[in-house]
């Protein structure tokens, strides 16, 4: 299986909104609606941002909202914040396994 | 509030066994509710899921690592544990303890990670 395809690197000024795009397969992101989303901060643990495609967690900011479209999920952040710079990784339930997202580092100039 | 904290070695030299522990507290690991997943990040890299377990023992892997992987769970002292056969170079990597929601496939709570170097 391979990793889900992200771009490396998207960014946006603050108050802007950015979308960072997850592509699968009709195998993973394409048969199930269990794409989750992560926030990674240098040196920390991966925190959960979205699940379920476009749940939000208790906690998370409403500015975060999750979406997909055939075998592509998307994560919109809008209302850009400085704190909101970190990579982003996207992943997907795949029948008997689980698939991450290679990583989107989001710069906020 | 849950915890997971990882142990472990934190050297292993190549061809050897990578054995790791999460022990999990504020809450029970035997749990309907939930896997206990093993996921790594090589340093500047992305994540790559390990392979999850059910308190009852059921596993289930990544393919690409299925032939080296072995995950057991302690429900006594509320502990999971990963073996990673055959080390290399390749295997160097923060590995991350998480609880993973069997209903949603996502992974709420992590341990902090710890950093495992293959080297001789």
């Known amino acids: 299986q391979s990793a889900l395809t992200q771009p490396a690197s998207v960014s946006g000024s603050p108050g802007q909104s950015i979308t960072i795009s997850c592509t699968g397969t009709?195998?993973?992101?394409?048969?199930?609606?269990?794409v989750s989303w992560y926030q990674q901060h240098p040196g920390k643990a991966p925190k959960l941002m979205i699940y379920e495609v476009s749940k939000r967690p208790s906690g998370v900011s409403n500015r975060f909202s999750g979406s997909k479209s055939g075998n592509t999920a998307s994560l919109t952040i809008s209302g850009l914040q400085a704190e909101d710079e970190a990579d982003y990784y996207c992943?997907?339930?795949?029948?008997?396994?689980?698939?991450f997202g290679g990583g989107t580092k989001l710069t906020v100039l | 509030q849950l915890q997971l904290q990882e142990s472990g070695p934190g050297l292993v030299k190549p061809s050897e066994t990578l054995s790791l522990t999460c022990t999990v507290s504020g809450g029970s690991i035997s749990s309907s509710s939930y896997y206990w997943g093993w996921i790594r990040q090589p340093p500047g890299k992305g994540l790559e899921w390990i392979g999850s377990i059910y308190y009852s023992g059921s596993t289930y892997y990544n393919p690409s690592l299925k032939s080296r992987v072995t995950i057991s769970v302690d429900t006594s002292k509320n502990q999971f544990s990963l073996k990673l056969s055959s080390v290399t170079a390749a295997d160097t990597a923060v590995y991350y303890c998480?609880?993973?929601?069997?209903?949603?496939?996502?992974?709420?709570?992590w341990g902090q990670g710890t950093l495992v170097t293959v080297s001789s």
């Open positions: 992943c997907s339930y795949a029948g008997s396994f689980v698939v």
């Open positions: 009709s195998s993973d992101v394409g048969s199930y609606n269990l």
């Open positions: 998480a609880r993973q929601l069997i209903r949603t496939q996502s992974f709420d709570y």
